[in-house]
């Protein structure tokens, strides 16, 4: 028998040429409800600063957003990079966030700065925001802080003050921590957290940080044993060739991204196949086009299986690279919105929960 896998959805608010930033937070708040609609577990934001084609930039605003307008699906980040902020303060936001959403709240939690360095020393001068060396310290301290008891800081002298990221808590967040190295592995490990490995990043280094995972993992009050999921980037369409024209917009932004050419606001679909190619962007587009799962529902579904027994995972997050063409309404993106509802229906009844 088939083990049943759950299916989730990371935003990383795309935003394309001729859409504001308006329009993509639009679209994503619509596909966001129609993940809730179609049976989806989770709907994740990522965290990126100073990119003309993301627009997730404070993942807790757009939890908040999400939250208020579905019904069932868990709403999270993924992940607050928390070298640019307070822990109190990203504990006080989640405290919140599950008080209005009980039981639906995630908070993934990154090391990466998820910027440059100039936007990094800009996040460090306008705020107050962490030090990176104490990670592991500063997400236990997160924890202690969601956690129903609180936490109880001991003073000079010998003195206990409490503190409490909100008043009352009744409950607290599921809390996941993100990487894409053995380092982040190995916290996850020793902390006894849940954990997810970028695989939509590279697609490399998965299972070695895993089985780092699995193998040290240590059960804690909040996890008796390991639990991951697998990240995966997926173009999903009625026909091969239009999910390929989709995904080529966001397969060209990454190879400007690699080869360190000047980022822009997302291709539509019609420009994407204009653009002329170096050979190294070629090659790099080829080698996404391997790693990606691009294609027709029955396709996907068999991939994404395959991934899922190949890491041992009972569930997967899908990161929707749609494209936009030239004659779309601006504020929508029917292309990641049929990605979804082709994984519902051939994916989610195949396996469902």
């Known amino acids: 028998m088939t083990t049943p896998l759950a299916l989730s959805v990371l935003d990383l608010v795309p ?28 709907y994740w934001f990522a965290e990126h600063h100073n990119m003309a084609s993301v627009a997730s930039t404070t993942p807790p605003i757009m939890v908040a957003l999400v939250a208020a307008t ?12 928390l070298p640019n902020h307070s822990p109190f303060v990203v504990a006080e936001q ?8 009980p039981g639906r709240i995630d908070l993934g939690l990154g090391r990466a700065p998820g910027s440059d360095q100039v936007i990094t020393a800009l996040l460090r001068q306008s705020g107050t925001t962490s030090d990176v060396e104490r990670f592991p310290t500063h997400i236990a301290d997160i924890i202690s802080l969601l956690s129903v008891a609180g936490a109880q800081l001991t003073l000079r002298g010998g003195a206990t003050y ?46 070695r940080a895993l089985e780092l995972y699995r193998t040290n993992f240590r059960p804690s009050e909040w996890l008796d044993a390991p639990r991951t ?29 690699r080869t360190g050419k000047p980022l822009r606001a ?28 691009i294609g027709t529902a029955a396709i996907a579904t068999a991939r994404l299986r395959e991934l899922a027994d190949r890491f041992d995972v009972d569930e997967v997050m ?18 990641r ?8 229906k051939e994916f989610l009844t195949a396996h469902a929960v």
């Open 15 to 42: 935003v394309s040429r001729g859409q504001s930033t308006a329009d993509a937070v639009a679209a994503s708040m619509a596909l966001a409800r129609r993940a809730d609609e179609l049976g989806f577990t989770r």
């Open 70 to 81: 579905t019904e069932r699906i868990r709403v999270g980040s993924g992940g607050v990079m």
């Open 94 to 101: 989640f405290a919140v966030l599950e008080a209005a959403a």
């Open 162 to 207: 409490g503190v409490r990221a909100t008043p009352a808590a009744t409950g607290s967040p599921e809390v996941w921590l993100l990487g894409s190295s053995d380092y982040s592995a190995s916290v996850a490990a020793e902390l006894g957290l849940r954990y997810v490995f970028a695989h939509h990043f590279s697609g490399e280094g998965t299972e």
């Open 229 to 257: 999921f697998l990240t995966v980037n997926a173009v999903i369409a009625d026909t091969a060739d239009e999910a390929a024209s989709r995904a080529l917009p966001n397969l060209i932004q990454m190879s400007r991204l």
């Open 266 to 293: 997302l291709d539509r679909v019609e420009e994407a196949e204009s653009v002329a190619l170096d050979p190294a962007q070629r090659s790099i587009v080829a080698a996404m086009r391997d790693r990606w799962v």
């Open 318 to 335: 899908v990161s929707v690279g749609a494209g936009l063409r030239v004659d779309e309404e601006p504020g929508t993106n029917v292309a």
């Open 337 to 344: 919105e049929r990605t979804l509802e082709l994984l519902a």
